[in-house]
Structures are given as structure tokens and as C-alpha cells.
């Protein structure tokens, strides 16, 4: 085990000349076993411990442990607590993701606090071959199926390359007990079923499963690493023409990138919206609805990604007066001359409205309205989609009002009982004036 290790070390580099390592410590076989061969091995290691509020009397049991491993072995030790359960509940994701979070927190503020320019985690190659079919079953692409990198940023794994049966040897050797999490044995975990039934099952096939697995991820990893570079994204847009040149292995990546480099949450992503994306290059307008407040729109020649707009709230319209609603300028006028080409006109009769009580909203889910040579009224909701109007792109749309009356639905048209020509509602999209400009 020591031999892998080091070799492991050498070959990415891990541990340069005069580095102070950070050992993430948990108690279980895995994480003692990095510090005792990294110790072994005469780097210069100290460890920390997080207990995350969970699993009672077991985890401070645990914390207990780490503190002795360590003071027994003259390491460096800190400890920490935390509420993982609230944290996840505050956050709305699950107690294991919160805890991963709040883990990684805690490792970066305790290396700044003990010198350490490393931080070590214990991941293994059943780790990595967990991680690969956990990844494979729930559907995934190239970068999914490259399983767990041995270096990202300042977080190294030098474990990688060692199979847990080598670590509980390496441990017995030693004479090192090590502590069991008790959760780690629940089947009702996908993970703990893929480690306990699937595993054992590839290796009654083929023994050497997990380092295979290994060689397949790292070369997944370099074939990801050439493909990004040559899909390289700056910014928050693509040339949609740009784009659809490309072959379509090298589209799905700059998507993915111009959806990271806008903040996406990328955990949320999946196929389906790296699809639509795609799919709305191929227009010539629209809009994808992404997580974490964004969305893709198809504006001119590009693609960009942008936040969400907020909702706007309604604002008194002022007859002759050009004003600003959300993302587009708005005006009622009777001077048709004073308006510009690059605004949309909607007709009024001003017979049928009060001048004084004019207002500008969103469109609201009861909206109905009769358009001209209707039979009758329909809802707006139904009018946006029969035009293909995305529900993100609708939800900012100017409706003008009069007396609390729907007099013009922007993107639809004008009321039937208030058609004429004496008036115009005047609706200009900020992006397109500047579109038109340049």
C-alpha cells in the first residue's frame, strides 16, 4: 500500500518538496490509514475532525478517537461541530450534501489555520468505482463516468490507487483499529447497496474491477480534458451560428461551459436542458428556463445566459411619457410621429379608456381577453402559448390596464373592446433598441 501511495504522489505531483498536508480525518479505516502511511512516509501532515451534529453518543465517540490517533502519533489535531441537519434544511438539500459542504468548509479554514498548502481526503479506488456506477445508473456523460479526480485545486487523494481490502491490511499490520459508521452499513443508501452487493459481485467476475475502473477514468479524464479545451467558452453568450458548427460532442461541452461561467448550479443540470439549449440556437427567438434563477435566450445572433428577470411591479402610466417596465420601455401615445421605428404599436380607441387611470403589469393566470373577430374570450395563458411565447419571456411582458380592465396584452394584441386607431400603446424591448443600433 505504502508503494502505491507514493507512487501515486509522484505521478500527479501531489505533494511538492516543503508542503504541510491537511489530512481530512473521520475515524473510519480509510481516513487512519492515510494518516498513519502519509506519516510513514515522512510528509508533514496534521489532521482535522468535523462532527456534524449527527449519529449521538457514536459520533462523539468518533471525535474522541481522532483526538487520541493523533496526540498518540504527535499530529497536529482540530476539531469542529456542526448542525448538518439544519444546515440542510436552511439550504433544501439533503443532510448528506449539507454535510459535504459544511465538511470541505471546514477542511479550507483549518489549513489556512495549521500552514497546510494540501488538503488530503481518503478516497480510494472502490470510492472511484462507486462513484462511476453511481453515476453510470442514474445517467451521465463523459465527465460523470471519469469518476473521482486525484487532484482538484489544492485537494489531493492519495489513496486513489488503493483497494479498501489493502487498507483494513495495512491497518492490521499496524495493529490500528479504526472506527465503523454504523449508517455506512444501511442498505437503504444506493451507495452503500453498490458497495456491499454490486462490488463484491464485478469482483467475483473480474478481480481487478476497481483498478480497472481507474485506468478507464483517467483516460476519460485526459480525453475530457482535450474536448474542454477545444470547446473553450469565454463569457456568458455564444454565436449561435458559431455553436451549430461545431460537431455536436463539442456543442454539448461549450453549452455546459457558458452555462457554468454564468452561475448555473451545474448539480441541477441535465441533459434535457443542455438539449434545449441546443435547440434554441436553432431559432431565431426564445428562451430556456434553467435553475437557480437563470435562463437561455436566443437574442440576435447569440445565445446568452442571464438572470431571470424579477418581477416587476405595476406602475401608473403617464399619457405622452415614455417609462421603463422591467427590461422594456412603454409609452401611450397619440402622436404616432414621436415614436420610434424600433417600438412595437399597439392601436386603442381612446373613446373607450380614461387617460387618468393607465397602469402597466404582468399578466396575471385569471387574464382573459377577446381579440379582434374573436367569437369570444380566451385565456392569455392559452393566447402566450398558441404564439410560442416561453413562460419565462411571458411573465415580463407589459399588459396595459385601464380602470383594472385588460386593454393590450404585449406579444398578443389589443382587446376587442378597445380596438381603434386615435391611440398607441408603445412597447420597445431594451435588447432589441441595441440590437437595431449596432
Known sequence: MKQLVRHTIGQYDMIPSGTRVLCGLSGGAD???????????????????LHHGLRGAQADADAEFCRRLCEAHGIDFRLGHCDAAAEAQRQKVSVETAARQLRYDFFTRCAAELGAQRIATAHTADDNLETMLFHLIRGTGSAGL????????????????VERR????????????WCTDATNLDDSCTRNRIRHHVIPALRDIEPAAARHALETANLLRQDNACLDRMAAVQGTQLEAEALLCLPEALQGRQIRQLLEQSGTPMGEISAKHIRAVGALARKKRGSVSLPGGRQA???????AVEKTAAHVPEIRLEPEKPMRFGAYTVQFTRKISDIHSSFKLYP???????LSDLSVRTWQRDDRMTLPGARGARSLKRLYAERGIA???????PILCCEGNLVVAAGIGTEQAFCGNAGFFAVRHEADRTEREE
Request: include cysteine; hydrophobic fraction near 40%; charged fraction near 25%.
Open 31 to 49: 481516513s487512519v490509514s492515510l494518516v498513519v502511511c502519509l506519516q510513514e512516509l515522512g510528509y508533514d501532515i496534521c489532521a482535522c475532525h
Open 146 to 161: 471519469s469518476g473521482i479526480p486525484p487532484v482538484r485545486d489544492n485537494i489531493i487523494r492519495p489513496l486513489l490507487a
Open 166 to 177: 489493502q487498507v483494513e491490511a495495512f491497518l492490521r499490520e499496524h495493529g490500528q483499529d
Open 297 to 303: 435566450v436566443r437574442r440576435g445572433k447569440v445565445v
Open 348 to 354: 386603442i380607441s381612446c373613446d373607450t379608456i380614461k
Open 391 to 397: 413562460p419565462d419571456v411571458r411573465d415580463t411582458l
